[in-house]
């Protein structure tokens, strides 16, 4: 399958395709202003579950599992604080429920594309 991932900043909302088909959507967080969310086209380049979910990092920041973007100390991951999803409050990662970014996980592999928009 050809998985690509679409992030739109405005929308707080992270979109699966298969090829040009919408797979799934799920809400996210961002980053804040001065920490914000980097734009751009990046490929997921590790898949780490908790307790592991990034090296030296608590299951209190990075939730249940940690996907790295090819962009270094960035990714997307999941968040212990659920009132967060919907909110520009993150230091530039994409949250995600615990359970979304599990679910994100299983059908994504390493080296799918990742596409950071501002719409």
Do not use: Q
């Amino acid at each position: 399958m050809s998985y690509h991932i679409r992030v739109s900043i405005s929308k707080l909302t992270l979109y699966l395709f298969n090829g040009n088909r919408l797979i799934r959507s799920f809400p996210v967080a961002l980053g804040k202003i001065v920490t914000a969310t980097p734009y751009g086209n990046f490929t997921i380049v590790s898949k780490v579950p908790y307790p592991n979910s990034y090296p030296g990092g608590p299951l209190s920041v990075f939730g249940t599992y940690w996907l790295g973007l090819s962009k270094p100390h960035y990714g997307i991951h999941g968040t212990n604080n659920p009132a967060s999803i919907g909110k520009y409050v993150s230091h530039g990662c994409i949250r995600m429920y615990n359970r979304d970014v599990e679910a994100l996980a299983k059908l994504v592999s390493i080296g799918t594309p990742v596409s950071i928009r501002r719409v």
